[in-house]
Every structure is written in structure tokens, then in C-alpha cells.
């Protein structure tokens, strides 16, 4: 069986990368284990375009190519949250395109199940210990461990965090998210109450009365289906809920957070213990880019104005509620160390 040259292999790995981006219209690179770089418009040693291609969004996936039994290099996916829901079928979609461009020079060609950058990182680290060793130095296997594990936890966590936000409105289960973050059930568990210091069910139910208290403000749905439209099979136990979480019945939450707009910050792996709730708002809102205004209160900040949501008067203004109830103190004394969700409401008093 005669192989393919360099160019002719690169030739092929163009045409890949082509036919798998018309498929998907994803993006798509390959470097091969020379650091030969290919994309859609052809192939070059210069590294720099790699770098260009990993800095615009750090969420990527690696999927090693290897032919007849080889490594050869890398096609790497850039991923966004859709699109990580998909690895399967996009490994499975690399693997025939690459079948059908390679077939006549390999009898076998394999795109393995695809790696995250802290689990190369990982990897790299675990290469690096094997080498210390052969070469006579003395490091601390469980540093470099601890930091990898450290690095593999908040990842699956981040993934947990995305996917509850974003199906809040259904209905969720421990095990629906573990299975998402890749994790067994019972240590996804183990893992919220250790970083957060929360009770996993009870982070859900916290995110669920935090969208009914935005619907409740912002909508004039009724009561009954706002509990449906989050998951609640039975409006009487979201009334059950919502009271232990807010102090009050929905009826009377709408009545006396009368509003215009609502703000919504969910729980971040970020969120460091002794950080207060203005400093988490200062920079939710600067990474949304949406302007805000502090006023002095008592020598303390507070926050009077969100994007184009001014307190104008004192019939309206910024009230904020951390989950779910509206604390006596303000923003900058009280911490989130055990907390799920902070609200901003603009309401009328």
C-alpha cells in the first residue's frame, strides 16, 4: 500500500476540514505532530494563526486523529454552549469524512473521543512528572495532582451551572445534570456542597423561585401558570416553596415588588466566599458591559443606577434581594459564601 506524501496528507486534511465545516458551519483546524497548521484556506508553519484561533474563545475541544494506529495530530473544535451537547455526533461526522478522504491510503482511521484543555493539561503535567523522574528530579506528584483535579472539578461544575441556568424554567434532576458535567450523581452532590457550601436541591428550588419572582415582576402571567411554565406539577407546592424561599406568597411578592426590570445573577465558581454582593454586582455588570451608578450611603456604596434604569425619585428605585429575600443590610456587608442567586429590581414604591 503506497502512503501518502506531506503535502498530499495536507491536501486531504484541508478537504476535511472543508466538508466538515459545510456540514456543521463550525469552525475547524488541524495541526498535525510536525506543528503543521491546516484550516479551511490551506496549511503553514506559522504558529501564530493557532494562537489567533485559541484566543477567541477559550471553550475547545481536541480530537486526535490517528491512522493505522498512529497519532498524527489534532482537528480542534471550537465549542459554544449548543455545541458541546454534540461531541459525540461531531467525532462520529470527523471519523467518516476522514474514512472517505483516507481510504485509499489507510486501512484504518480513528477520531478518538475528544479532550478539554484542562484535561491536556493534565496530561502535561503527568508527562512532565514521568520526565522529572528519568531525569533524577525530585518533584511532588500530589501539587501537580491536587491542581489537575482542582482544574477537572470546576470545569464539570461550570458545565452543571450552564445547564441548570439555562433549562431552569424544566424540570431537572440531580442525575439529568451529572450526566451533562460528566460525573456520577453522588459526587456532582458532594462537589456543590463542597465549593459552595449549598445543598444541591436546594440550589435548583432557589433558582427556580428566583425566575418565578422575575416572572412575578415583569409579567402579568397568572400565578398558576408562571408554576407550571418552571416545573411545578402542583401550583400548591410552588406556593409551599416560594414562601419558604422568600418569605411570602407569590400573591404577595407581586404586590409589593410592584417593578419595571429585573436583574438575575446566578451562582459562578468565581464567586469567592468573602466577596460581597456589590462587588459580585460591580463586575456582572461590567462584564455585560451595562453602566451603572453609585451612590454614597452612610459612608457605604450602593448601587442607584442600572443601565438605563435610574433611581429618579423616591417612588422608584433599586432594591436587591439574595435568594429571594431583600436583606436589612446593604450590598457591600452581606458575603455570598452560602448563597445561590442575587436579584436587582426596579420597582415602584
Same mark, same amino acid.
Given at each position: 500500500?503506497?502512503?501518502?506524501?506531506?503535502?498530499?496528507?495536507?491536501?486531504?486534511?484541508?478537504?476535511?476540514?472543508?466538508?466538515?465545516?459545510?456540514?456543521?458551519?463550525?469552525? #475547524?483546524?488541524?495541526?498535525?505532530? *510536525?506543528?503543521?497548521? &491546516?484550516? +479551511?484556506?490551506? !496549511?503553514?508553519?506559522?504558529? @501564530?494563526?493557532? $494562537?489567533?484561533?485559541?484566543?477567541?474563545?477559550?471553550?475547545?475541544?481536541?480530537?486526535?486523529?490517528?491512522?493505522?494506529?498512529?497519532?498524527?495530530?489534532?482537528?480542534?473544535?471550537?465549542?459554544?454552549?449548543?455545541?458541546?451537547?454534540? #461531541?459525540?455526533?461531531?467525532?462520529? *461526522?470527523?471519523?467518516? &469524512?476522514? +474514512?472517505?478522504? !483516507?481510504?485509499?491510503?489507510? @486501512?484504518?482511521? $480513528?477520531?478518538?473521543?475528544?479532550?478539554?484543555?484542562?484535561?491536556?493539561?493534565?496530561?502535561?503535567?503527568?508527562?512532565?512528572?514521568?520526565?522529572?523522574?528519568?531525569?533524577?528530579?525530585?518533584?511532588?506528584?500530589?501539587?501537580?495532582?491536587?491542581?489537575?483535579?482542582?482544574?477537572?472539578?470546576?470545569?464539570?461544575?461550570?458545565?452543571?451551572?450552564?445547564?441548570?441556568?439555562?433549562?431552569?424554567?424544566?424540570?431537572?434532576?440531580?442525575?439529568?445534570?451529572?450526566?451533562?458535567?460528566?460525573?456520577?450523581?453522588?459526587?456532582?452532590?458532594?462537589?456543590?456542597?463542597?465549593?459552595?457550601?449549598?445543598?444541591?436541591?436546594?440550589?435548583?428550588?432557589?433558582?427556580?423561585?428566583?425566575?418565578?419572582?422575575?416572572?412575578?415582576?415583569?409579567?402579568?402571567?397568572?400565578?398558576?401558570?408562571?408554576?407550571?411554565?418552571?416545573?411545578?406539577?402542583?401550583?400548591?407546592?410552588?406556593?409551599?416553596?416560594?414562601?419558604?424561599?422568600?418569605?411570602?406568597?407569590?400573591?404577595?411578592?407581586?404586590?409589593?415588588?410592584?417593578?419595571?426590570?429585573?436583574?438575575?445573577?446566578?451562582?459562578?465558581?468565581?464567586?469567592?466566599?468573602?466577596?460581597?454582593?456589590?462587588?459580585?454586582?460591580?463586575?456582572?455588570?461590567?462584564?455585560?458591559?451595562?453602566?451603572?451608578?453609585?451612590?454614597?450611603?452612610?459612608?457605604?456604596?450602593?448601587?442607584?443606577?442600572?443601565?438605563?434604569?435610574?433611581?429618579?425619585?423616591?417612588?422608584?428605585?433599586?432594591?436587591?434581594?439574595?435568594?429571594?429575600?431583600?436583606?436589612?443590610?446593604?450590598?457591600?456587608?452581606?458575603?455570598?459564601?452560602?448563597?445561590?442567586?442575587?436579584?436587582?429590581?426596579?420597582?415602584?414604591?
Amino acid at each position: 500500500m503506497s502512503f501518502p506524501t506531506t503535502n498530499t496528507q495536507f491536501a486531504y486534511i484541508k478537504k476535511i476540514v472543508m466538508q466538515f465545516q459545510e456540514l456543521t458551519n463550525i469552525n #475547524l483546524i488541524y495541526i498535525s505532530t *510536525s506543528f503543521q497548521l &491546516i484550516d +479551511k484556506n490551506g !496549511f503553514a508553519s506559522n504558529q @501564530q494563526k493557532l $494562537k489567533e484561533f485559541m484566543n477567541e474563545q477559550s471553550a475547545l475541544a481536541f480530537f486526535p486523529l490517528i491512522a493505522n494506529k498512529s497519532f498524527r495530530g489534532f482537528f480542534i473544535l471550537r465549542l459554544d454552549k449548543t455545541s458541546r451537547n454534540l #461531541l459525540n455526533l461531531y467525532r462520529s *461526522s470527523l471519523e467518516t &469524512i476522514s +474514512k472517505d478522504n !483516507f481510504n485509499a491510503y489507510y @486501512q484504518e482511521i $480513528k477520531i478518538l473521543t475528544p479532550v478539554r484543555i484542562n484535561q491536556l493539561n493534565q496530561l502535561i503535567n503527568m508527562i512532565h512528572l514521568i520526565l522529572s523522574y528519568y531525569q533524577g528530579n525530585d518533584l511532588t506528584y500530589n501539587d501537580i495532582s491536587k491542581e489537575s483535579n482542582q482544574g477537572d472539578e470546576k470545569d464539570s461544575i461550570n458545565n452543571a451551572l450552564s445547564y441548570i441556568e439555562n433549562n431552569i424554567d424544566q424540570k431537572i434532576s440531580l442525575f439529568d445534570i451529572s450526566k451533562k458535567a460528566y460525573l456520577s450523581p453522588a459526587y456532582l452532590s458532594r462537589l456543590f456542597k463542597e465549593y459552595f457550601k449549598i445543598n444541591f436541591s436546594s440550589y435548583i428550588s432557589t433558582c427556580k423561585i428566583a425566575l418565578a419572582q422575575e416572572l412575578l415582576i415583569t409579567t402579568k402571567k397568572p400565578i398558576d401558570s408562571i408554576s407550571k411554565q418552571i416545573g411545578f406539577s402542583r401550583a400548591s407546592y410552588f406556593n409551599k416553596v416560594f414562601k419558604e424561599k422568600a418569605g411570602m406568597t407569590p400573591f404577595q411578592f407581586r404586590k409589593n415588588y410592584k417593578g419595571k426590570k429585573v436583574y438575575t445573577i446566578h451562582r459562578q465558581i468565581g464567586w469567592e466566599n468573602n466577596m460581597s454582593v456589590y462587588a459580585i454586582t460591580q463586575r456582572y455588570f461590567k462584564e455585560k458591559n451595562i453602566p451603572i451608578e453609585i451612590q454614597d450611603i452612610n459612608g457605604y456604596p450602593y448601587i442607584s443606577s442600572i443601565g438605563s434604569y435610574p433611581s429618579v425619585n423616591n417612588n422608584t428605585g433599586w432594591v436587591f434581594t439574595v435568594d429571594g429575600l431583600e436583606p436589612k443590610a446593604l450590598p457591600s456587608m452581606v458575603y455570598v459564601r452560602d448563597k445561590s442567586v442575587i436579584q436587582w429590581i426596579y420597582i415602584d414604591y
